[in-house]
């Protein structure tokens, strides 16, 4: 019996580390594709597109560094929240198995495992890694395609053939991803703050 119930200990532990591996694997397949902040301005575009785009590439910079901030943003709250998540769930599965010891060291192993979920869940619910990671996650999503939509616009600007058509078209595109752009850093800010308050 005894030898039973540590075979399934084993199995369960083994099997938790290996579907938090699996998940962490596949969290990195869906990575977004990479942002570098900068976008070359050929000779071949119009100067009066040119002189424009200048501040519209700034902008355009500017939303990719928070889109890569928000990235390492949400993997750590990721990885904080699978860590504690496993945590509870690992020793919460592991308490009707220990319990049915009869040995002197039972009582003392299960308050620790007690007082281990406790704080793993606190902490978990407290800092809201969860809520954290989703809303990151989010935000990275609109703003890459935001992002993604400026470029094509640009694309679509430089390749007009009139410069007022041109202008509309690239100071539309931006002002949507300015628009954008400002609504996740205050989300971000607003969610920063509220998580401040909370200690």
Not at 46 to 69: P, S
Not at 152 to 171: L, P, W
Request: charged share 20%; proline share 1%; net charge positive.
């Amino acid at each position: 019996m005894k030898f039973k119930i540590i075979q399934i200990l084993q199995c369960l532990l083994l099997a938790s580390v290996l579907l938090f591996i699996a998940d962490v694997q596949a969290e990195d397949s869906l990575k977004l594709e990479g942002c570098s902040p900068t976008v070359i301005l050929t000779d071949n575009i119009n100067n009066a597109l040119k002189v424009r785009l200048v501040d519209m590439v700034k902008i355009r910079n500017r939303a990719c560094e928070t889109l890569n901030n928000s990235r390492k943003h949400a993997s750590r709250a990721n990885f904080f929240f699978r860590v504690f998540g496993l945590t509870t769930i690992i020793l919460s599965a592991l308490i009707p198995f220990i319990s049915v010891f009869d040995k002197h060291w039972k009582q003392r192993t299960l308050s620790a495992m007690a007082v281990i979920i406790a704080i793993s869940t606190g902490v978990n619910s407290f800092f809201d890694f969860q809520g954290t990671w989703a809303k990151s996650r989010m935000a990275q999503y609109v703003l890459r395609y935001e992002i993604i939509s400026w470029e094509q616009d640009i694309s679509e600007a430089v390749n007009e053939k009139n410069t007022d058509k041109a202008i509309v078209i690239a100071e539309t595109a931006t002002s949507t991803l300015k628009e954008a752009w400002k609504d996740g850093v205050i989300k971000r800010g607003n969610q920063y703050f509220k998580q401040s308050f909370k200690m």
